[in-house]
């Protein structure tokens, strides 16, 4: 994150200029990306290994199976090189891709705190609706539950296709939350909304 608002001031300094900055940011990602695939196939960098699988389907999976919390430098490099390859690519992108983009990365924070909480309240309905109970979810450390806590079923979980859905969902729900919010920011100059 303060990457991004490092990042995000060079970026609003060089508007008149960001078509020259393209292939900085193209070659920035790609020669990230090139140490990801170094340090990820030499399993440096990540204290989660990775090793082909069966099926084969499975070890592309093993290979982007990251540390997030905290990052590992190799999640670092596949993130960070990712987002610049985009930053590289965007002004080529269908202006309705572009216009969403910037609605969500104008509020970064309320839709992240706002996600943590829809996200939260869809696993406890979830579990009620599999399970009848969810107090593994509510009850101990927070939002980080373990599967030792008393209760917790042992197939708890969904699979990849059910979870992209999901973010699907819950990003088409909170976005026009986010579209009101903006606006808000936009209307309104208290100095803390900037970080919102």
Not at 65 to 72: A, D, F, G, R, T
Request: hydrophobic residues 55%; contains cysteine; proline residues 7%.
């Amino acid at each position: 994150m303060a990457f991004g608002y490092g990042i995000a001031k060079l970026v609003s300094l060089a508007q008149k200029r960001i078509i020259e900055l393209r292939p900085t940011f193209g070659l920035i990602g790609i020669v990230l990306l090139i140490a990801f695939l170094f340090l990820r196939a030499s399993n440096w960098g990540d204290p989660n290994r990775w090793a082909p699988q069966s099926p084969t389907l499975f070890t592309p999976l093993s290979f982007v199976n990251l540390e997030k919390y905290p990052p590992s430098i190799d999640f670092l490099l596949m993130t960070l090189g990712i987002m610049f390859g985009c930053l590289a690519v965007v002004d080529f992108s269908p202006s309705f891709i572009t216009r969403f983009l910037v609605n969500l990365g104008q509020v970064p924070l309320f839709f992240y705190l706002m996600h943590i909480v829809l996200i939260h309240l869809l696993a406890v309905l979830l579990a009620f609706i599999r399970f009848g109970h969810a107090e593994w979810l509510y009850r101990g450390p927070g939002i980080f539950w373990s599967e030792t806590l008393p209760g917790h079923p042992q197939n708890y979980g969904l699979s990849l296709a059910w979870v992209g859905l999901l973010w699907v969902l819950v990003i088409a729900v909170l976005y026009p939350a986010c579209l009101a919010y903006g606006r808000y920011k936009r209307s309104h100059e208290f100095p803390w909304l900037r970080y919102l």
